[in-house]
């Protein structure tokens, strides 16, 4: 499975970035799709996360404000980030849960100026 995230940049505080990450690959049913982030001198920290039956799990720090979805004839998921500050700036990453194994994407960089 190959992941290739995209969406990422730098952004205003209060303002809204897209991200996406495809995988690719044999691939039949993926079991849970999510985003991580690592900010500058903190460790990889769950952000949003959707499973095959379409529930979803949130970080506190990003509830109403994040919204992840997916598009599973694509094999693709989405987070939308809306009211952006300060401390959601850091390498997000996309997190694939298949057949036992997890597998990463590359990282986007999102920079949220104040």
């Known amino acids: 499975v190959q992941l290739q995230a995209s969406g990422g940049g730098l952004v205003q505080a209060g303002g809204s970035l897209r991200l996406s990450c495809a995988a690719s690959?044999?691939?039949?049913?993926?079991?849970?799709m999510g985003w991580y982030r690592q900010a500058p001198g903190k460790q990889r920290e769950l952000v949003a996360r959707i499973i095959s039956g379409g529930s979803t799990n949130y970080a506190d720090s990003v509830k109403g404000r994040f919204t992840i979805s997916r598009d599973n004839a694509k094999n693709t998921v989405y987070l939308q980030m809306n009211s952006l500050n300060a401390e959601d700036t850091g390498v997000y990453y996309c997190n694939v849960y298949y057949r036992f194994t997890n597998y990463w994407g590359q990282g986007t960089l999102v920079t949220v100026s104040s």
């Open positions: 690959g044999t691939i039949f049913s993926i079991n849970a």
